[in-house]
Structure formats: C-alpha cells, structure tokens
C-alpha cells in the first residue's frame, strides 16, 4: 500500500504571497490531519479533516485555511504568508480519527519564506 | 491543556549501550500515547505505541510502557546501533473538546550513537 504523499516537497515564496500545499492519504483513510514543525515551535496542530468536514483546529490564525475532497485528497493553503510561516508541514492520515488509531504521517513539505 | 515533557537532548551514546530517553504527560482523560521517530529530511514513523494504563508498546528492540500512576511513557532500548541515531517524539492522543482528537507533541530528543 502506497504511503503518504505529499506535494511538492520543497517551496521557497516571498512574504505576501500564498501557497497550498496537497497531501494525498494511504488508500481508505477518511481522516487527515496537518501539522507545522519549527525549531521554535516543534510539532504543532493546525487541523483535521474528517468526511471533508474540519473537525478541529489548532491555534492558529484564520491565514490558515485547509479543505478535504470526495476521495479524502487534503489541501491546506496559507495566505498572506510571513517569515514565520517557514516551516515544514506534515500531513498524516489515518482509517476513521479514533483516538487510539495511529497517524502516518507524509515526509512533509518544506516551506522557505523570504 | 494536554502537554508531553522530555528529557533535553541531545543524548550521545556508544553503540550497544542502554538507551533511556524519559517522557511524562498531562492530560484531563485517557490518553493513548505514542513513540515516533524522524530520520534527517524524512516525516515522521511510528516506533510504538500503547493505548491503555499498563499497555507494553514494543518494536524494533525499542519498549515503552504506559503507566498511569506517574503519568509516564519512557522509551528504552537495551542495546542501540548508529542506525538508531534520529530525533525521538513522544506523543498523546486525546479526543479534543467540540469534536475529532489531536496528537500532542513533546519537544523531540536527538540521539547521536556512535561507534
């Protein structure tokens, strides 16, 4: 069974611009979450998606926005981008978000901001 | 909130020693807590995990278990090699007030094992 993909796996922007970032889940999984990692800040949680419906949000502010499609494909676009947006974003997706399910996470997209 | 607490890193080791990275965790329920490991430019793996009080996560010589009495997931491995040098995440997985459950991550512990 094919892993999480994630595309494109390294994108450099300048401040102000916008991006979207795509994660594809492992084949039945109905469930994607994504979450930034900095130095500063380790790993933290943006948002899950369930059945295309955002089920929780993390502490982040609204230029952060994501979407999941009929066959469980995510997408997660950032707006008006900062430095501090320089991250690198991990997608993960697991069968139907039960606590106790594992995430498998996607090698992640590396986002510069200049 | 729910947060996760590790020892600093980095740890340096010689091959074959004992490895003990230490991991202690808040939360308001039944969490069920997880080891991941990331490898330099890679996402993250799952190493083990243990979903209820007492539970043994185990793989790869790695154990870890889930004890709820000192709110602990301590990860060890009686023997490591310099393939096991990567940055260590212990996490928790609790359902999330309003809806859907979250990982929370403590900060990562970088092991460095060499020959």
């Known amino acids: 069974k094919a892993g999480v993909t994630q595309t494109p796996r390294y994108l450099i922007k300048t401040r102000g611009q916008q991006v979207t970032l795509s994660c594809s889940p492992i084949?039945?999984?109905?469930?994607v979450s994504w979450y930034q990692q900095t130095p500063g800040q380790g790993l933290q949680f943006l948002f899950e998606y369930f059945s295309e419906t955002q089920r929780n949000k993390g502490n982040f502010p609204g230029r952060f926005s994501g979407r999941q499609f009929s066959n469980s494909r995510s997408e997660m676009n950032v707006s008006t981008l900062e430095l501090g947006d320089s991250a690198l974003y991990l997608c993960?997706?697991?069968?139907?978000?039960?606590?106790?399910?594992?995430?498998?996470f996607g090698p992640g997209t590396r986002l510069l901001v200049l | 909130g729910n947060s996760v607490t590790q020892m600093e890193g980095p740890v340096t080791l010689s091959e074959e020693a004992f490895l003990t990275i230490n991991c202690t965790y808040t939360?308001?329920?039944?969490?069920?807590l997880f080891w991941y490991v990331q490898y330099p430019g890679e996402g993250l793996q799952l190493l083990l995990k243990a979903t209820k009080a007492d539970d043994k996560g185990s793989n790869k010589g790695f154990e870890a278990t889930y004890r709820k009495e000192t709110t602990s997931f301590h990860l060890e491995k009686g023997s490591v090699q310099v393939s096991d040098s990567a940055v260590y995440f212990c996490a928790l997985s609790e359902w999330v007030t309003g809806g859907g459950n979250k990982l929370t991550f403590g900060t990562g512990t970088q092991l460095k094992v060499e020959l």
């Open positions: 993960a997706s697991r069968l139907a978000g039960g606590v106790q399910e594992t995430q498998y």
């Open positions: 084949s039945g999984h109905r469930s």
């Open positions: 939360a308001t329920g039944y969490p069920s």
